[in-house]
């Protein structure tokens, strides 16, 4: 099995993507490409969201904190709303330490990010 697996979903309400495993510096580049990919496809999007579910990740350092990070400020710059779907420790710890939490748009479930304010 692969350290981390990424799938994205083209919905009617939005771009969901979702990781299940690690997200470190060895396989972050994953994640960097789908998210690219996902962003891609969120601006073209009616509802120009992105959601990223993290809620699978057992392991999430510092380079896939970096990915998200980059990902929500282009996804700013191109007018598209990115919210991110956890409620693991293994994720929300490093955002939280990071005070990233006042920056991204954390919700503790992909249903509720789609819904979100």
Request: some cysteine.
């Amino acid at each position: 099995m692969a350290l981390l697996e990424v799938n994205q979903d083209v919905g009617d309400d939005a771009v969901v993507v979702s990781a299940v495993g690690e997200v470190d510096s060895e396989s972050f580049a994953t994640l960097v490409f789908q998210l690219d990919t996902a962003l891609k496809r969120a601006v073209d999007h009616p509802a120009r969201l992105l959601v990223v579910d993290l809620s699978g990740v057992t392991h999430f350092g510092s380079a896939g904190l970096n990915a998200v990070l980059e990902c929500h400020e282009r996804a700013a710059s191109a007018g598209v709303v990115v919210r991110i779907a956890a409620s693991n420790p293994e994720v929300l710890r490093p955002i939280e330490v990071t005070k990233l939490d006042g920056v991204l748009r954390l919700y503790p479930t992909v249903p509720a990010a789609l819904e979100g304010p």
